[in-house]
């Protein structure tokens, strides 16, 4: 069977070892997840498999040459090219086919031989040369960029650019896809396009760097675990199954750790009482016993970071936001709000496409404060206001707000002089602390915010907003750029949080912990599902448009909801609903 032989003894950066002890087989078919926290090898371990890293020590054997699909930066050659002309170079075998059957053409006017002509036609029918565009066009629909086929790279967005690398990876067909964070940046839509088309339609394997692990429980049957220099670790399922088998794993080494630790103090004690006097020989046997013995490693733990929100003392009003008629944009509207309110201890999710003005939404929330914080630097985004209707929030709320882009961090000033610009007046020692406990080194406060990375640019934004106190989080992708367990870290405090949030996410896993109502942004107008998104989508797929949370636990089942599910599934959903209404008394 086809397989990449993989021996990887170690990878440096001026001598540090990013990676290293890795021996394994992977198959062509093989459907794997690698994981594990930012900053320890993921990227790299596909840069070497893919051939783009080369001086490392170890060896890579592709047996039976298998094809590799490798996406990673978004970088275009000529940026005058239709985005349909990118994408079709895609099938390299059939654009090649292409320009001998133009060549071939002109040779047959000119000289009458049709041999190579006929032969190239057969060539490209064989390779789906008939079809492709047909391929080309679903892609597109799929990915949600069929409308821009006939635009110009240099003319689209970067996320929209991001969609048309990850069409071209997909639609050049290697046998394995090297996939680097395929569903950051990209709407919710899309990635569901792009789980399904994996399940059902591709036929190879790959492997897949992704901090969604919603996208990974439903794509991958095998988690490869990237350790840095310690090496791998490798569990058979899905990334859910991961976490458990991991724990348990963790918590057995945990204790045989343990044992093991009393049983050599219990040792030593042993041999320091005899080391002198006629049992001596007895202590130096016992001695080298010890040194014999196999050293259980302690399981690695990453410190987890401990976010925290908590309620000014003043009381909260009970309607937060409420909007009526309103037409939502920057110049021209972007989509049209009948009527909606937010109240007193809501978390809301805000879903679906790009483009369709869910950022623009939030900041225009904020311009209709009647209150601004002239020290925090959001003077870019107070300017947004409702086009025409009725928006208002309540007077004399503390809102914190956390914003995809890091607007409000200066990029130009060290890390210590955005607390001052933020309004935190603290001594080195109190930053250095609050670094530390964020995941930073306690001195990096003296490092330019420029010179951050996403995550760590992620980090300090929250640590800024758990200085204060707010009534309502307003939060923009708060998870993009985080790793797992910090992602798990901040869901936990979210869910312990007494206050309000509204949230824009394509985070299906942490949508569906933390929301209990949904405002969907289609085809022009938002309209709201009460529960999560797990529950939005079953409503759409079952055609129940309807308050599921209405139902209370001794009322009467509702016949409509009787008729369109079974009886006991129509029990099951009254159940939860019932659940969820009583834990909010």
């Keep these: 069977m086809k397989h990449l032989n993989?021996?990887?003894?170690?990878?440096?950066?001026?001598?540090?070892?990013?990676?290293?002890?890795?021996?394994?087989?992977?198959?062509?078919?093989?459907?794997?997840?690698?994981?594990?926290?930012?900053?320890?090898?993921?990227?790299?371990?596909?840069?070497?498999?893919?051939?783009?890293?080369?001086?490392?020590?170890?060896?890579?054997?592709?047996?039976?040459?298998?094809?590799?699909?490798?996406?990673?930066?978004?970088?275009?050659?000529?940026?005058?090219?239709?985005?349909?002309?990118?994408?079709?170079?895609?099938?390299?075998?059939?654009?090649?086919?292409?320009?001998?059957?133009?060549?071939?053409?002109?040779?047959?006017?000119?000289?009458?031989?049709?041999?190579?002509?006929?032969?190239?036609?057969?060539?490209?029918?064989?390779?789906?040369?008939?079809?492709?565009?047909?391929?080309?066009?679903?892609?597109?629909?799929?990915?949600?960029?069929?409308?821009?086929?006939?635009?110009?790279?240099?003319?689209?967005?970067?996320?929209?650019?991001?969609?048309?690398?990850?069409?071209?990876t997909l639609l050049s067909r290697p046998e394995f896809l090297l996939l680097d964070e395929p569903t950051n940046f990209i709407d919710l839509a899309s990635v569901e396009w792009l789980e399904k088309y994996l399940e059902e339609n591709w036929k190879g394997g790959y492997m897949i760097v992704s901090h969604d692990r919603e996208f990974l429980d439903q794509t991958v049957t095998k988690v490869i675990e990237i350790t840095g220099p310690h090496g791998i670790q490798i569990y058979h399922g899905d990334y859910s199954d991961s976490?458990?088998?991991?724990?348990?794993?963790?918590?057995?080494?945990?204790?045989?750790?343990?044992?093991?630790?009393?049983?050599?103090?219990?040792?030593?004690?042993?041999?320091?009482?005899?080391?002198?006097?006629?049992?001596?020989?007895?202590?130096?046997?016992?001695?080298?016993?010890?040194?014999?013995?196999?050293?259980?490693?302690?399981?690695?733990?990453?410190?987890?970071?401990?976010?925290?929100?908590?309620?000014?003392?003043?009381?909260?009003?009970?309607?937060?936001?409420?909007?009526?008629?309103?037409?939502?944009?920057?110049?021209?509207p972007l989509f049209y709000i009948r009527s909606v309110e937010m109240n007193a201890w809501e978390r809301i999710g805000i879903v679906w496409e790009n483009g369709v003005g869910k950022s623009t939404f939030l900041k225009t929330i904020l311009g209709m404060r009647d209150e601004i914080?002239?020290?925090?630097?959001?003077?870019?985004?107070?300017?947004?206001?409702?086009?025409?209707?009725?928006?208002?929030?309540?007077?004399?709320?503390?809102?914190?707000?956390?914003?995809?882009?890091?607007?409000?961090?200066?990029?130009?000033?060290?890390?210590?002089?955005?607390?001052?610009?933020?309004?935190?007046?603290?001594?080195?020692?109190?930053?250095?602390?609050?670094?530390?406990?964020?995941?930073?080194?306690y001195h990096d406060g003296d490092k330019k915010v420029s010179g951050l990375s996403g995550w760590e640019r992620s980090r300090l934004l929250f640590l800024f907003l758990n200085q204060k106190n707010y009534h309502l989080l307003i939060l923009d992708e708060p998870t993009n750029h985080l790793d797992y367990d910090t992602r798990e870290a901040l869901e936990k405090s979210m869910r312990n949080y007494a206050g309000s949030i509204l949230f824009i996410s394509h985070d299906r896993y942490f949508v569906n912990k933390l929301a209990g109502k949904i405002w969907i942004i289609e085809d022009g107008e938002l309209v709201v599902s009460y529960g999560n998104y797990e529950d939005y989508r079953y409503k759409k797929e079952k055609g129940i448009n309807f308050d599921m949370s209405l139902f209370d636990a001794d009322g009467e089942m509702n016949l409509v909801l009787e008729e369109k599910l079974w009886a006991v599934e129509a029990r099951r959903i009254k159940e939860k609903f019932s659940r969820k209404k009583l834990k909010r008394r």
């Design 373 to 441: 914080e002239e020290e925090v630097r959001w003077e870019h985004i107070w300017k947004l206001k409702v086009l025409e209707g009725y928006l208002s929030v309540a007077k004399n709320i503390e809102i914190g707000y956390y914003s995809q882009m890091h607007e409000s961090l200066d990029t130009t000033k060290t890390i210590k002089e955005n607390f001052v610009i933020s309004g935190f007046h603290y001594t080195p020692e109190r930053i250095g602390g609050l670094l530390k406990s964020y995941g930073f080194d």
């Design 243 to 332: 976490v458990l088998e991991k724990s348990k794993k963790n918590n057995r080494q945990e204790k045989l750790f343990e044992e093991q630790q009393t049983l050599i103090e219990s040792e030593k004690e042993l041999i320091n009482r005899f080391r002198a006097g006629s049992r001596a020989g007895f202590a130096k046997s016992r001695e080298k016993q010890l040194e014999k013995i196999e050293i259980i490693e302690k399981p690695i733990q990453k410190e987890e970071i401990k976010f925290l929100f908590e309620l000014p003392k003043e009381r909260t009003p009970e309607t937060i936001i409420k909007i009526e008629d309103a037409f939502i944009g920057r110049k021209e």
């Design 6 to 168: 993989i021996n990887i003894d170690t990878y440096e950066i001026d001598g540090e070892v990013i990676i290293g002890n890795i021996h394994t087989i992977v198959n062509a078919d093989d459907r794997i997840a690698i994981v594990w926290p930012n900053g320890v090898g993921k990227s790299t371990f596909l840069k070497i498999i893919s051939g783009e890293i080369r001086d490392y020590i170890g060896s890579i054997e592709n047996i039976g040459a298998i094809t590799l699909g490798y996406l990673e930066q978004i970088h275009f050659l000529d940026e005058t090219k239709s985005i349909r002309d990118e994408l079709k170079d895609g099938f390299l075998e059939i654009r090649k086919v292409e320009a001998i059957i133009t060549t071939e053409e002109k040779k047959l006017e000119e000289t009458g031989e049709f041999e190579a002509y006929t032969d190239a036609l057969e060539a490209y029918k064989m390779l789906g040369g008939y079809t492709y565009e047909n391929e080309i066009e679903r892609v597109a629909r799929g990915i949600g960029i069929f409308h821009l086929l006939e635009r110009k790279l240099s003319e689209v967005s970067g996320w929209e650019r991001t969609k048309v690398a990850l069409s071209k």
